[in-house]
C-alpha cells in the first residue's frame, strides 16, 4: 500500500469515528438545543421552509434574515438546509450535518497546514490532535458557529500558504471565496484569518513583488471576491456588527466607571493581563486538557528546523487575536471564543513530537498521545462506564478512577460531567435521558385556547431556557399557533431586541413562572426585573391572570402557567 493511500485511510478513519461516534451519542440523548445553539438552528429550519415552498432563501421577505442574525452570519444555515430535504429537519439532523461538513474541512486543512510545517506524520498527527480536544469533540454535539469558524478560519489559513504569495491564480481563487464564506459564517472570521493574510501581504509588498503583473490582479480579484461575497451581507449589517463591538468592548462608556482616562488604562491592562491567565487555565483545561497543553509547550521548544515565515504565521495566528480579544473587549471568557486557534496549537504540538530524534522515544510519545487521546474522548463523551453492570467496564472505571482522583485537575478532566441539558455554554458530555414537561405545557395553553387563530405567546418571567427554547423549536416544527417570549439575561444593551418591560406583560396571552426561581449568575437588573414581574402575577390584583396548570419541575419545584383572562 502507497504512503499516499495509507494517509487517506488514516484521516478517513479519523472522520468516521468521530462522526459515527456523534450519531451514537445523538441517538442516546433526549435533550434538545438551547441558547444560541437552538436559535442559530431554528435559523437553518427557517431557510428550510423558504426553499420547501419553492420560494427563493436569499430573496424572500419572510425570512427576514437580516433581522433575525443581526450581526452574525449566513452561511452555516444556508449550507445544512438543503441537506434536510435528505436527511429531515429535526435538530439532531441539524447537528449531524453541521458537523459533518465543517468537521471534513477542519480536519483536511488542519492536516494540509501540519503537513506544510513539518511532514506527512505531522499532518496526520495534527488531524488527530485536534480532533481529540474536548472542545472541538463537544461542539460536535450542537448546532453552533464555532465550530464551522474554525474550519474555514483552518482552510482560509491553508489556502492562503498555498497562494505563493498570490502568485497562483487558482488558490487565490479559492483562498478569497473561502475567506468571504468564513467572514460569512462569523464576522471574527477577521480577526483570526486578518493577522496571518497582513503578514503575507507584508512580506510581498516588502520584497516588491506586487509588481509582477500577475501577483498584482490576483490580488485585485482576491479583493473583489471577498467584497462581492461577504462585505455585501456586511454593508447591510454594518450598524448591528459596530453596535455589537461597541457594546461588548471597554470602549462602551456606559462600563468606564474611572475617575481618568489613566485609570481606566491601567484598570483594562490589569484586565488584560487576568485574560490571558484565564486563557492558558482553559486551554490546559476543558479546550485542549493539561496533557495536551504540555506537549504543545514542549513542542515550542523542540520546533526544530522549519520556515521562518510558517511560524510567523502560526504565531500570529494564536497571539494576535489572544491579544485583541484581552485589550479590547470586556468579557471575551467564553472557551469558544478561542476555538479558533486550536489548529495551530495540534499543529505546533505535532511538529513538536515529530522532530523528536530518538526513534524509541517519538514512538512512545505516539502512542501516550493516541491512547490518551481515546481515553479522554469516551471518558467526556460517555462518561465511562457505559453501562455499569458490565464487569469489563467496570474495572476500567477503576483505572479511570486513578486519573478521577487527586490528578484529576492535572491529567484527565472528570470522566463525569453533570448536566441537566445540552447547551453551548457547560462542558456537556455523555447522553442523558431527561424527561422535560413539554408536552404538557402544549396541551395546557392548546386546552385553554380561543378558536380564533391568532398567534398567542407564552410569556417567561424566569430564565429557564430548557424550557422555553424547546417549546419555541416544538412550536416551529409543528406549526403551532404559539410562539415564545421571555427575559432577556444580557443587562447592558438589548441584545437582539429580547429585552422586555414590566409593562409589556399583560399584552401575553400565557405566563409561566417557577415555584422557586434561580437566582444565581442573573444580573441584578434583570433579577430586579424578574421579581416585579412575579409579583404582578401572583399578586393579580386586577384579577387579570388565571393559574391553569402546576407542572411539578425538577428539584422540588413547581412550573406555574397563567392564562390572560383580558388577552384571549
Known amino acids: 500500500m502507497s504512503k499516499k493511500a495509507k494517509i487517506v485511510i488514516i484521516l478517513a478513519g479519523i472522520i468516521l469515528f468521530h462522526l459515527m461516534s456523534n450519531y451514537i451519542w445523538l441517538q442516546n440523548d433526549t435533550t434538545y438545543l438551547i441558547h444560541d445553539s437552538h436559535h442559530h438552528f431554528l435559523f437553518s429550519y427557517t431557510v428550510y421552509d423558504v426553499m420547501k415552498e419553492g420560494m427563493s432563501p436569499l430573496f424572500n421577505d419572510n425570512l427576514r434574515f437580516f433581522q433575525q442574525r443581526r450581526w452574525h452570519g449566513v452561511f452555516v444555515q444556508y449550507c445544512t438546509a438543503p441537506f434536510y430535504f435528505l436527511f429531515g429537519a429535526d435538530q439532531d439532523s441539524g447537528v449531524m450535518i453541521n458537523s459533518t461538513i465543517f468537521f471534513v474541512i477542519l480536519i483536511l486543512s488542519t492536516y494540509g497546514i501540519g503537513k506544510t510545517f513539518s511532514n506527512e506524520q505531522g499532518g496526520v498527527l495534527s488531524a488527530f490532535m485536534v480532533s481529540m480536544y474536548p472542545l472541538i469533540f463537544n461542539h460536535l454535539k450542537v448546532y453552533m458557529l464555532d465550530l464551522p469558524l474554525t ?93 455589537r463591538i461597541y457594546g461588548s468592548s471597554w470602549l462602551n462608556l456606559a462600563y468606564f466607571p474611572y475617575r481618568s482616562l489613566t485609570e481606566g488604562i491601567f484598570a483594562q491592562c490589569a484586565r488584560a493581563l487576568q485574560f490571558i491567565g484565564w486563557s492558558i487555565a482553559e486551554l490546559s483545561n476543558y479546550s485542549v486538557s493539561v496533557f495536551f497543553f504540555i506537549i504543545f509547550l514542549y513542542s515550542l521548544i523542540n520546533r526544530g528546523k522549519a520556515k521562518h515565515m510558517h511560524d510567523i504565521i502560526l504565531f500570529i495566528w494564536i497571539l494576535l487575536p489572544l491579544a485583541v480579544l484581552a485589550i479590547v473587549f470586556r468579557y471575551p471568557n467564553d472557551a469558544r471564543y478561542l476555538m479558533p486557534i486550536l489548529p495551530p496549537i495540534a499543529i505546533i504540538s505535532a511538529r513538536g513530537i515529530v522532530n523528536i530524534k530518538q526513534t524509541l522515544l517519538r514512538m512512545v510519545v505516539l502512542s501516550l498521545v493516541v491512547v490518551f487521546g481515546c481515553i479522554q474522548y469516551f471518558a467526556i463523551s460517555f462518561g465511562i462506564p457505559l453501562k455499569s453492570d458490565n464487569k469489563q467496564i467496570e474495572s476500567l472505571r477503576h483505572i479511570l478512577s486513578i486519573f478521577n482522583g487527586s490528578l484529576s485537575g492535572i491529567v484527565l478532566m472528570p470522566y463525569q460531567i453533570p448536566i441537566v441539558y445540552r447547551n453551548d455554554q457547560d462542558n456537556f458530555s455523555y447522553p442523558i435521558d431527561r424527561k422535560w414537561p413539554y408536552k404538557r405545557i402544549i396541551e395546557t395553553i392548546s386546552k385553554n385556547k380561543t378558536k380564533s387563530n391568532e398567534l398567542k405567546y407564552i410569556f417567561f418571567v424566569d430564565i429557564i431556557p430548557e424550557i422555553y427554547d424547546p417549546l419555541n423549536y416544538l412550536f416551529e416544527k409543528d406549526r403551532l399557533p404559539f410562539g415564545v417570549r421571555y427575559n432577556s439575561i444580557a443587562e447592558e444593551f438589548n441584545y437582539e431586541g429580547r429585552k422586555t418591560r414590566i409593562d409589556d406583560i399583560n399584552k401575553y396571552a400565557y405566563v409561566a413562572l417557577l415555584d422557586k426561581p434561580d437566582k444565581e449568575n442573573i444580573d441584578s437588573f434583570i433579577r430586579e426585573l424578574i421579581t416585579t414581574q412575579r409579583n404582578v402575577i401572583f399578586n393579580n390584583r386586577d384579577g387579570r391572570w388565571k393559574q391553569i396548570d402546576a407542572i411539578d419541575f425538577h428539584e422540588d419545584n413547581k412550573l406555574y402557567i397563567f392564562k390572560n383572562n383580558s388577552n384571549l
Open 151 to 243: 474550519s474555514m478560519v483552518a482552510l482560509s489559513v491553508y489556502l492562503l500558504m498555498r497562494t505563493d504569495n498570490f502568485s497562483k491564480r487558482v488558490m487565490c481563487l479559492l483562498f478569497a471565496i473561502s475567506f468571504a464564506f468564513g467572514i460569512l459564517t462569523k464576522v471574527n472570521c477577521l480577526l483570526f484569518v486578518g493577522g496571518p493574510l497582513l503578514y503575507v501581504l507584508l512580506q510581498l509588498f516588502l520584497s516588491k513583488q506586487y509588481r509582477n503583473n500577475r501577483v498584482y490582479k490576483n490580488l485585485f480579484i482576491c479583493v473583489l471576491l471577498v467584497s462581492l461575497l461577504s462585505f455585501s451581507f456586511l454593508f447591510f449589517k454594518w450598524k448591528d456588527v459596530l453596535s
